[in-house]
Nanobody, 130 residues
Framework: QVQLVESGGGLVQAGGSLRLSCAAS????????MGWFRQAPGKEREFVAA????????YYADSVKDRFTISRDNAKNTAYLQMNSLKPEDTAVYYC???????????????????????WGQGTQVTVSS
């Protein structure tokens, strides 16, 4: 069993910054990757960023590639999402997700797909005002 807890969301002005954190606990010994997704009202959940836990290789959505940075602290089983130059269109609930090594043997074929992730946090609200 794995539990993911997000924190760091809030209300910011356009152009501002936030850093989200995702702490994983439980059966994390087989952690393959952690990712961030977001969902705005009336929209489908969309991929934001992901990081391979061992190698640190990262993936980004085109819409955030030059503004957001995903990172991790292996010792703390914690992933971070540094969000700079925030725009109103970034407003959404942000979810942390984890992919397990044994659960997703085909992870690398589609790391941006939410179907590759086995565990999800409760989400944290990010609101960007213009």
């Amino acid at each position: 069993q794995v539990q993911l807890v997000e924190s760091g969301g809030g209300l910011v002005q356009a152009g501002g910054s936030l850093r989200l954190s995702c702490a994983a606990s439980g059966r994390t010994f087989n952690l393959l990757a952690m990712g961030w997704f977001r969902q705005a009202p009336g929209k489908e959940r969309e991929f934001v960023a992901a990081i391979l836990w061992s190698a640190g290789y990262t993936y980004y959505a085109d819409s955030v590639k030059d503004r957001f940075t995903i990172s991790r602290d292996n010792a703390k089983n914690t992933a971070y999402l540094q969000m700079n130059s925030l725009k109103p269109e970034d407003t959404a609930v942000y979810y942390c997700a984890m992919a397990g090594r044994g659960d997703n043997p085909d992870y690398y074929t589609a790391p941006r797909s939410d179907r590759q992730y086995d565990y999800w946090g409760q989400g944290t609200q990010v609101t960007v005002s213009s």
